[in-house]
Each structure stands twice: as C-alpha cells, then as structure tokens.
C-alpha cells in the first residue's frame, strides 16, 4: 500500500515554488521516496475578462478597475459570473466559491436592490490578491 502526499513549500528562490511528493510504503524494505518539482511563481491576481450572464458591466471591463455595476430587471432572479485570470496559475473565488479559472460561477440570487457579488483573485505567488466588486441591481418591477 502507498501513500501518496502532496505538499507546496516555498523554494530558495523567490521566483519558485516547490511543490514536494512523498510516497511512502507500509512495506518495511520500501524506503520512502521524495521527488521535487519546481513551478514558477507568479505575482500577477488581475483578471483577464469578466463577464457576467444576464446585464452589461458599467464601467467596460479593464483589469485595472476593481469596481463595477450591472442592472437587471426584475424579473431576473439569479445571475452568473465568468472570471478569467491573467494568469492560468492564479486561483478565482466568487462569493467564496472556488470557481475553475474561466469557467461559471454557481448561480447566485438575487434580491430586489443591491446584490454584491465579489470576485477573488490569488496569484500563484500566494500573497498577491485582487479583489473585484460587481454591484447587481435589481429593479423593483
């Protein structure tokens, strides 16, 4: 029987991180056996595109503006939104959900007037984050 661990430690240099697998045997004459492999860093959390399912984000998106509005009708209950990072290393949440780098968030609801969906992204580098707001308003009728 293996045992198979997967762990991230930060490398000598800044610009790596290791990421450590040990497999170890429960047979005594297997020794454990450890292999290294190195993948860059990135320090990049800007979002390449943003898109949302149902309105038009005001302002346009611009990976620099972290702010944005979007109106929908009132017969719009739910709506979704598709995060792509700049960097394919980076980790995309909305509302705290982990969402697949450029793919669909859950469906989130909404209520009549503001919703806040907020959109985060950790780069590769593990301290570096941007933080995007998409206030949803929903009209009364």
Do not use: K
């Amino acid at each position: 029987m293996f045992n198979l661990n997967l762990a991230a430690r930060r490398a000598t240099h800044a610009a790596l991180a290791l990421f450590a697998i040990t497999v170890v045997s429960s047979c005594d004459d297997i020794a454990a056996s450890r292999i290294g492999v190195a993948a860059p860093q990135v320090a990049d959390a800007s979002l390449r595109s943003l898109a949302v399912s149902v309105g038009t984000l005001t302002p346009a998106f611009d990976s620099a503006t972290t702010s944005y509005t979007v109106a929908v009708t009132a017969a719009t209950a739910s709506i979704t939104v598709t995060p792509t990072a700049s960097s394919s290393s980076s980790t995309v949440a909305v509302n705290g959900t982990f969402v697949t780098n450029g793919s669909t968030s859950p469906s989130i609801p909404l209520g009549v007037g503001s919703t806040s969906v907020i959109v985060v992204v950790l780069a590769s580098d593990l301290t570096t984050s941007r933080t995007y707001t998409i206030t949803v308003v929903r009209a009364a009728t």
